[in-house]
């Protein structure tokens, strides 16, 4: 999101920059498949070192990031929203869940508070900074209503990350899924 504004405007500058994501589109999709093989990418990208792990969580993961793109492009608040509680929001979560989380979710142990807090936190703070960075070229007008909006998105998508359905619907579908349906009834 960073570069979008080197980008031109339209649908023309959506589609180059959703290249670089799409392009992962299709290097989960070989991998995963078996086509081309690459250890290392199946390892860093995977938990437990499976290639067919790549169609799920990280295809999901580039697909949000390339359809938030093409789809919403740089004067959407919704494509700041999915792109930065999925980025930013998830990744924390991990992060902060496994140095910090000693105290897990009642209703899911295998998820702690100081994670989805960290994932509110983070994807609402980068929303918030993107939100300024957009605004700052022209491409939408921040307010404090959008911030407040942000922030119910940021929040939705950590509770439903938090939710015992990640053994069934992979958390990069469900973050980027609730990001979009919500922002769309709020934004």
């Not at 792109?83 to 998820?111: F, H, Q, W």
């Not at 119910?152 to 619907?169: G, K, M, Q, W, Y």
């Not at 990001?179 to 009834?185: K, R």
Request: hydrophobic letters at 45%; a neutral charge; one cysteine or more.
């Amino acid at each position: 999101m960073l570069c979008w504004p080197l980008f031109s405007p339209g649908l023309q500058g959506a589609v180059l920059a959703s290249l670089v994501p799409g392009v992962n589109i299709i290097r989960m999709l070989l991998l995963g498949l078996g086509v081309y093989h690459d250890e290392g990418t199946i390892k860093s990208m995977s938990r437990h070192g499976d290639r067919r792990e790549l169609l799920k969580g990280p295809l999901y993961y580039a697909s949000s990031i390339t359809l938030a793109c093409v789809f919403y492009w740089r004067t959407s608040p919704i494509a700041i929203a999915v792109i930065c509680n999925l980025c930013a929001g998830d990744g924390m979560a991990d992060i902060v869940g496994r140095r910090l989380g000693t105290e897990k979710l009642p209703y899911n142990r295998s998820k702690s508070i100081a994670g989805s807090i960290a994932m509110a936190t983070s994807g609402f703070t980068a929303s918030v900074v993107y939100m300024r960075y957009f605004a700052s070229f022209g491409y939408m007008e921040e307010s404090w209503g959008m911030i407040l909006r942000f922030l119910v998105v940021s929040i939705a998508s950590a509770v439903v990350e938090s939710l015992p359905i990640s053994t069934d619907i992979d958390d990069n579908l469900t973050v980027s899924l609730t990001s979009v349906l919500l922002g769309t009834f709020i934004f």
